[in-house]
């Protein structure tokens, strides 16, 4: 099984692996939308050189631990349809579905998931169980959940994620906290994914407050590679709590490649909901005054409100808080909760 990780979300799908950007329209579209509209051209080149040694051998690491083989002897579990109507309007489907392998089973129904939510997204839930030690991870299963991630619909991008911990043979417990936890402390090559997958857990409420502290921790490392990887597990982890930290590597992370996968993980990535999305921009717009903030930096910001909020307002500061300040105005292209309007 051949992978970058260039391909995890937020990264752009690699040149050299044209079948992959075929096999993942929606991944590739998605990405690309986030990537043009927050991160300046030269951070592509930064982010796919993740790829290189250092990556590789992470990379191998995780390949040798993170699969999960299917037991022969072990029966394959039958496919639990969903009750209802709509289990009966795609009666034909759901049959064929059942007849295939677990294998087989998930990735068909995130297909269809990504396509079109219902009842794709009940049937995964309802099987999640007992698919696991049923699955591979293998690179179409990745590739189909990180195109899963992409999804507008928040059932998908849950879907997929648990489709993946499900993969890697990570239950929603402390002892799945424990295992990742081991990896990351104790070894610097298999850490990333680790740090990828701990925010999962902790987007699930497996021990929010241990995976959260840990995340902020790494996110300090002198490791710019972790620090990476840290960020994309805090978007991962998406909760209310993981926003202070995002908003203060944007600010403070002495990398523009940190600064900026931040920006678009506070604005587009991850698993953040849309209503935790525009809780951020009080803080977005209170950046418009820190003469701290480097041209670079503060574009990033300027960016990131404009995917939160749908406006397009350039980079005037008044406009913006003049638009924050009244978003009901006919010119103004979304609607903001009023709880939010504390700028």
């Not at 879907?159 to 002892?175: F, G, H, P, R």
């Amino acid at each position: 099984m051949d992978r970058s990780p260039e391909q995890l979300p937020g990264a752009l799908t690699s040149a050299s692996d044209p079948e992959a950007a075929k096999r993942n329209p929606d991944l590739r579209i998605g990405l690309r939308h986030c990537l043009i509209l927050l991160l300046p051209l030269a951070a592509l080149s930064t982010i796919a050189g993740y790829q290189f040694a250092g990556f590789e051998s992470a990379w191998s690491n995780w390949l040798k631990s993170g699969p999960v083989h299917a037991n022969a002897a072990t029966p394959a579990p039958a496919l639990v349809s969903a009750p209802g109507p709509r289990a009966t309007k795609n009666e034909n489907g759901i049959e064929a579905i059942g007849q295939l392998l677990p294998q087989q089973q998930a990735e068909r129904l995130l297909e269809l998931a990504i396509q079109s939510p219902d009842p794709s997204v009940d049937l995964i839930q309802k099987n999640l169980e007992s698919w696991r030690g049923h699955l591979d991870d293998t690179n179409h299963l990745f590739h189909l959940v990180l195109a899963a991630l992409e999804a507008d619909d928040a059932r998908v991008r849950t879907a997929a994620l648990e489709v993946d911990l499900a993969a890697n043979n990570l239950s929603k417990s402390t002892q799945s906290v424990a295992r990742l936890l081991h990896q990351i402390h104790n070894n610097s090559g298999g850490r990333f994914l680790a740090l990828w997958r701990l925010g999962a857990l902790g987007n699930r409420g497996v021990e929010p407050n241990t995976v959260l502290s840990t995340l902020v921790r790494y996110a300090h490392d002198a490791s710019q590679q972790t620090r990476f990887w840290a960020v994309e597990g805090l978007a991962m982890m998406g909760t209310e709590e993981s926003i202070d930290p995002l908003l203060s590597i944007l600010v403070e992370d002495p990398a523009p490649e940190i600064r900026e996968r931040a920006a678009c993980n506070l604005a587009r990535s991850g698993m953040l909901t849309t209503e935790l999305r525009l809780s951020a921009v009080p803080h977005l717009l209170n950046l418009l005054d820190d003469d701290s903030l480097d041209d670079a930096t503060l574009d990033l910001v300027y960016s990131a409100l404009q995917v939160i909020t749908g406006a397009s307002l350039g980079k005037d500061a008044k406009a913006w808080r003049e638009w924050w300040a009244h978003p009901d105005r006919p010119e103004k292209s979304h609607r903001v909760p009023k709880h939010l309007l504390t700028a």
